[in-house]
């Protein structure tokens, strides 16, 4: 077994579960309702909040780029690339 391999198989890999309670822990396909944004820089919680990510607002997972990269959302009829560090701090009711 290579260095690689080993490495790979101790990855812990998120799939099918909303592990967090945030928009970046929902699989691709997977949908939920925005509960409240947190941690976030107040122009960015604002700009997120104009973008129609507010309380009841639907918020479906489109695409996912690899390597940690941005997270595609649709959002308010239209589609929203995302950096991780902001779709871990939209909070996510899936029930």
Do not use: C, K, Q
């Amino acid at each position: 077994m290579s260095a690689v391999s080993s490495r790979l198989g101790h990855r812990h890999i998120v799939s099918g579960a909303h592990a967090d309670g945030s928009l970046a822990g929902l699989p691709v396909g997977a949908g939920g309702v925005v509960t409240g944004l947190r941690g976030l820089a107040p122009e960015v919680a604002r700009r997120l909040h104009d973008l129609g990510f507010t309380a009841g607002s639907r918020v479906d997972v489109r695409r996912r780029a690899p390597f940690g990269g941005p997270v595609i959302v649709r959002v308010a009829d239209y589609d929203v690339a995302l950096r991780r560090r902001e779709a871990l701090a939209i909070r996510i009711s899936t029930a």
